[in-house]
C-alpha cells in the first residue's frame, strides 16, 4: 500500500503564512513527481505547483512568486506566503508513485482545509 498524508492547514488572515507538508510511506519502488492541487467546493480540482525528480518545478500562474514548493526525498513541502482570501481551499498532494510489479500511478492524500480570512 501507499500512503500518502498531508498537514500543516488551518485558519490565517490574508497576508500570512502557513506551510504544508505531505509526507509519502508505504511499500513502493520510488516516488516521481509530487505536487499540490486544490479545490473550492463546486469547482474543479486545479494544479497549484509541482516539484519533478530533480529540481525542476512548475507553479499555477496565480500563485507564482508566492507559493515555494520544495521536497525531502518523499515529504513536499508547500510554503505559502502574502496569502489571499482566493487561496482558501482544500489542498491535496499528489505523488507519483512507481511500485515493483505495478503500473506507475498518482496516489492522493486525502486533503487538508486552508482558509485565508479577509
Known amino acids: 500500500q501507499v500512503h500518502v498524508v498531508e498537514s500543516g492547514g488551518g485558519l490565517v488572515q490574508a497576508g500570512g503564512s502557513l506551510r504544508l507538508s505531505c509526507e509519502v510511506s508505504?511499500?513502493?519502488?520510488?516516488?516521481?513527481?509530487m505536487g499540490w492541487h486544490r479545490q473550492v467546493p463546486g469547482q474543479q480540482r486545479e494544479h497549484v505547483a509541482t516539484i519533478h525528480t530533480g529540481t525542476g518545478t512548475n507553479y499555477a500562474d496565480s500563485v507564482k512568486g508566492r507559493f515555494t514548493i520544495s521536497r525531502d526525498q518523499n515529504t513536499v513541502y508547500l510554503e505559502m506566503n502574502n496569502l489571499k482570501s482566493e487561496d482558501t481551499a482544500v489542498y491535496y498532494c499528489a505523488a507519483g508513485v512507481t511500485r515493483v510489479g505495478r503500473p506507475y500511478n498518482t496516489y492522493w492524500g486525502q486533503g487538508t482545509q486552508v482558509t485565508v480570512s479577509s
Open positions: 508505504g511499500n513502493f519502488w520510488s516516488v516521481n513527481a
